[in-house]
């Protein structure tokens, strides 16, 4: 049976705006209390998943989360009708409210984290969504993401959410990187490695200035659950100085596809350990390919400023080599651009580097691999896969149709505050269920 990757994209939500809410997230504080604009950000998403699904990958896209995240101020015990709940809000608790529109789950990267049916001792695919405990804004994601994976892959083990704590802080594929070799009769179905990057033991507490998001502990329980084999599971952790740099997730400073694993010098704590550890999991399975970049030809600032290493690293059909989808700010930083110049134009395993308009996700801290969440599937799962959720000529023009008619062009930090702005955003879900098939009651607020 045939295996392939596909790409499933979250879509930027309408209450899209910049916050400034993720600590450690560089790009987010920078540009936190700028006009954002979402109508062009979704757009610029969608323009993404064509450009993928027109060079022959297979595609797929998240739907928004409900925002306002009217259930979380239920829980604090606000209570009456929902416009009753805004005003309270915004009165009482300013600061919980933009944690509550956050459009955040656009970042599919931390969705989930998927273990394919291959490596799995069950034979099914896996998939745990990401509790995202350390920021309050993402912490509330879990429960929404894990309907909308149960809604894209019927045939799944989706599972819950680690619990909700600092032990088992969970930041999903962001810090998951599969490795495997191809087979021409199985394309990506045979043994991986799958590699679990952690930013602290759970017990071991902060000693990092900014957060140290994922610990090891939720990875070892998130490898039991998904039943893989421990021969062929890594655990590596991400270096003290490039979390202090502001690679608050691994794949600011690493992405892996295949048997190549790209990543900056800086990435790990301990690098040669890491390398040993790769060859001895992939031992009999296939021959890793390590790419480091060298602080010399690219600092660790401008690795984390270009997001140079938060770019798609796939294999397109018909190419021999690897294609690196990587944001402007790659190309518009001197030592990135000079960097990826060179690294095609050897032998190695990166063969082009694709540049794409990803920017009002970027100025929140988010390029293109942050923007997709991995998913390799057999064709037969494919082809079970919710026909709505998968990526068309058709859902691109239903898509693109949607967010014209009910996003907003610009919106600036006192417009959150618009009580119409919950009632345009949760009209606009309303109306994505209908279109999608997701049901009338995919969103919270359809079920009160």
């Known amino acids: ?70 259930p979380f101020l239920r829980d604090l015990g606000f209570t009456g009708a929902d416009a009753q709940l805004w005003e309270q809000g915004w009165t009482q608790a300013p600061q919980i409210m933009k944690n509550l529109l956050s459009a955040s789950p656009m970042w599919c990267a931390n969705a989930a984290t998927i273990s394919p049916s291959p490596d799995c001792a069950d034979g099914r695919l896996h998939m ?24 894209a892959f019927p045939f799944a083990q989706v599972h819950a959410p680690l619990p909700l704590q600092s ?57 039991q659950n998904h039943k ?10 991400q270096s003290s100085t490039a979390i202090e740099a502001g690679a608050f997730h691994n794949d600011v400073v690493c992405v892996g596809a295949l048997e190549t694993l790209f990543y900056h010098e800086d990435a790990f704590a301990d690098t040669a350990q890491m390398q040993t550890d790769i060859r001895r999991a992939a031992k009999g399975l296939f021959d890793p390919i390590f790419v480091q970049v060298p602080r010399k030809d690219v600092p660790l600032k401008d690795a984390i400023k270009s997001y140079l290493f938060n770019s798609m690293l796939v294999k397109f059909p018909g190419q021999d080599r690897l294609s690196l989808i990587a944001p402007m700010e790659t190309k518009e930083t001197q030592s990135t651009a000079r960097y990826c110049e ?48 998968k990526f068309t000529e058709d859902t691109h023009e239903v898509l693109t149709t949607w967010v014209n008619t009910h996003y907003r062009e610009d919106l600036s930090p006192q417009d959150l505050r618009d009580p119409s702005l919950m009632t345009e955003s949760f009209t606009a879900l309303d109306e994505l269920t209908q279109l999608m098939k997701l049901g009338a009651d995919f969103y919270p607020f359809q079920r009160e």
């Not at 405990?133 to 912490?139: A, D, Q, W």
């Not at 893989?228 to 952790?237: E, G, N, T, W, Y």
């Not at 996700?361 to 026909?387: F, H, I, Y």
Request: charged share 20%; aromatic share 6%; hydrophobic share 35%.
């Open 1 to 70: 049976m045939l295996y392939r990757e596909a790409n499933f994209d979250g879509l930027m939500g309408p209450t899209h705006n910049y916050g400034g809410l993720s600590d450690g997230n560089l790009a987010s504080a920078t540009h936190a209390g700028l006009t954002s604009h979402p109508r062009a950000g979704a757009l610029q998403g969608l323009s993404k998943m064509a450009h993928m699904s027109g060079k022959g990958l297979w595609q797929g896209w998240l739907p928004p989360h409900q925002r306002p995240f009217l």
């Open 128 to 151: 745990t969504p990401a509790n995202l405990s350390t920021m309050l804004h993402r912490s509330l994601e879990g429960e929404q993401t894990q309907r909308s994976l149960a809604a």
């Open 167 to 223: 032990v088992m802080a969970d930041e999903g594929a962001a810090n998951h990187v599969r490795l495997c070799g191809h087979d021409k009769t199985k394309g990506r179905g045979t043994q991986g490695v799958e590699l679990f990057v952690y930013g602290r033991g759970g017990f071991s507490g902060q000693d990092t200035k900014f957060p140290a998001r994922q610990t090891r502990q939720a990875f070892e329980v998130m490898s």
């Open 228 to 237: 893989l084999h421990p021969d062929h599971i890594v655990f590596a952790q």
């Open 342 to 389: 060179a690294l095609t134009l050897g032998n190695g395993p990166i063969g082009e580097v694709i540049y794409v308009d990803v920017r009002q996700s970027m100025r929140n801290g988010g390029g293109p691999a942050c923007l997709r969440l991995r998913v390799t599937l057999s064709k037969d799962e494919w082809g079970q896969t919710k026909p709505e959720m």
